[in-house]
């Protein structure tokens, strides 16, 4: 990735889930919540932190699945993605504070942690009732830079 002459180099350096919690209803219960229509709804958050002293970029996922009716959290997952990046330091801007990254390197690295929650809320819930009811949506990784 290069802009304005500024290339980055990047590499996905750990993946991991640091929190996941889940309500278990019972089978029986979970049946009937899954006969209602529309009984179901998600929120997904993003997160970005940036380490220069460790060259790393933090991306958290954080994944909310409850009843509609009651809003009753069923699970609640974190996933987080760290990336070492080569050249991070020149895209400091020190009077602001702040980093000017591609707009195209902040939607990839995005997707990459976006995919890496996916997988890690499928292990979580893997022995779960859960286990093959919640699908993380597909999502436009654009819609990520539109909050930062």
Do not use: C, W
Request: proline share 3%; charged share 30%.
């Amino acid at each position: 990735m290069s802009k304005e002459g500024v290339r980055l180099e990047y590499k996905v350096h750990k993946i991991n889930t640091i929190k996941f919690s889940f309500e278990d209803l019972g089978e029986s219960a979970f049946q009937d919540l899954k006969s209602i229509d529309e009984s179901f709804e998600y929120s997904v958050g993003a997160g970005m932190k940036i380490n220069l002293e460790q060259e790393e970029i933090v991306i958290d996922i954080e994944t909310t699945f409850r009843t509609s009716k009651k809003g009753e959290v069923l699970i609640h997952h974190i996933g987080r993605t760290v990336f070492k990046v080569k050249g991070l330091e020149l895209t400091k801007e020190e009077e602001k504070d702040m980093y000017d990254l591609p707009d195209d390197f902040i939607v990839q690295i995005y997707a990459l942690a976006y995919s890496h929650a996916r997988a890690l809320l499928a292990v979580e819930s893997g022995p779960t009732i859960y286990k093959d009811f919640f699908i993380l949506p597909v999502v436009d990784p654009r819609s990520f830079i539109k909050n930062l």
